[in-house]
């Protein structure tokens, strides 16, 4: 499948990106899924995933983890998708909208976790110029990642991450690349935009 192809998989599968509302009584947040191919419309597989390593913090939740760009929505954002474009250029200095296209949206994502927030977490996929660059354009950024997409889907990359916390030992699915591990909330959004089209389409 092309990258010009996924708009409409995407909004029949999760709605428009419009239909995008943020939930009432819960903290909303959006985060986006950057894809860069080599050139301008190619297979979804041969695209590269823009994924960040968060700074550590004790304020943060997902603190150190391998994330999306993205946060909280500001009462000034005018909407969830327009939250995903200022964050991504607040973070990694990726302009989504001079530099790229909104392909669609992924459903919501509600943490259900001790240690979360009330938090909703929207996930909107972009298309971007090939040869987009990013870098660390925050302090609530350690690193930033392109990652291919065949890599991020291939199954010998895929494992098990043990999580601790209370002396308690949770495993969770997770993906393994160039030494990080992208498992939680990032694994399941990823692993949402993948199921979203069959592997022969990709």
């Known amino acids: ?17 419009e239909s995008a509302s943020p939930d009432p009584g819960r903290k909303n947040a959006a985060v986006a899924v950057v894809l860069r191919p080599p050139v301008a419309d ?25 994330a999306l760009p ?8 005018p909407g969830l998708v327009d939250a995903a474009v200022r964050e991504t250029m607040e973070e990694t200095a990726v302009d989504l909208i001079a530099n790229g296209a909104l392909l669609g949206r992924i459903e919501a994502m509600r943490p259900l976790g001790v240690r979360i927030p009330t938090i909703s977490i929207w996930p909107f996929a972009f298309r971007v110029d090939a040869g987009t660059a990013a870098r660390v354009a925050s302090a609530e950024v350690a690193s930033v990642h392109w ?9 010998a990359n895929r494992g098990t991450y043990s999580w601790t916390h209370g002396g308690v030992v949770r495993p969770f699915p997770c993906i393994r690349l160039d ?17 979203a089209v069959s592997p022969a389409e990709l």
């Not at 030494?179 to 199921?195: A, K, P």
């Open 1 to 17: 499948m092309h990258l010009s192809e996924l708009p409409p998989v995407l909004a029949g599968r999760f709605g428009d990106p």
């Open 42 to 66: 190619a297979p979804l597989g041969s695209c590269d995933a823009l994924v960040i390593q968060r700074a550590q913090s004790r304020r943060d939740p997902w603190s150190g983890q391998m």
């Open 70 to 77: 993205g946060g909280r929505l500001d009462p000034a954002d």
């Open 147 to 155: 990652f291919p997409v065949d890599a991020l889907r291939d199954p």
């Open 179 to 195: 030494g990080r591990v992208i498992w939680g909330l990032t694994y399941r959004i990823l692993t949402r935009l993948f199921e």
